[in-house]
């Protein structure tokens, strides 16, 4: 069971945030935002997957051309 903790603490910490960020931009919790997407995946035989790749591709875009800058001197 250690593995699987370190494994999903890994996952968690370093992953894309997709998730999370969709189920704080919804009001929900992640688990369920990720579950959806689990059996979306199966559903669709790896579409979910997919739609899940372009939507973090697509967050992390938005983070690097919308960064929050403190001072004009961070330019």
């Known amino acids: ?7 999903r603490t890994y996952l968690e910490k370093y992953g894309f945030y997709v998730s999370t ?3 704080d931009r919804l009001g929900m919790r992640a688990r369920s935002v990720r579950i959806t997407f689990i059996y979306f995946t ?6 979910g997957f997919a739609v899940y790749l ?8 938005k983070d690097l051309v919308y960064v929050k800058r403190s001072s004009v001197f961070d330019l």
């Open 1 to 7: 069971m250690g593995m699987v903790a370190s494994l």
């Open 54 to 61: 372009i939507i973090a591709f697509w967050l992390k875009i």
């Open 42 to 47: 199966f559903a669709t035989l790896g579409a």
């Open 21 to 23: 960020r969709l189920a």
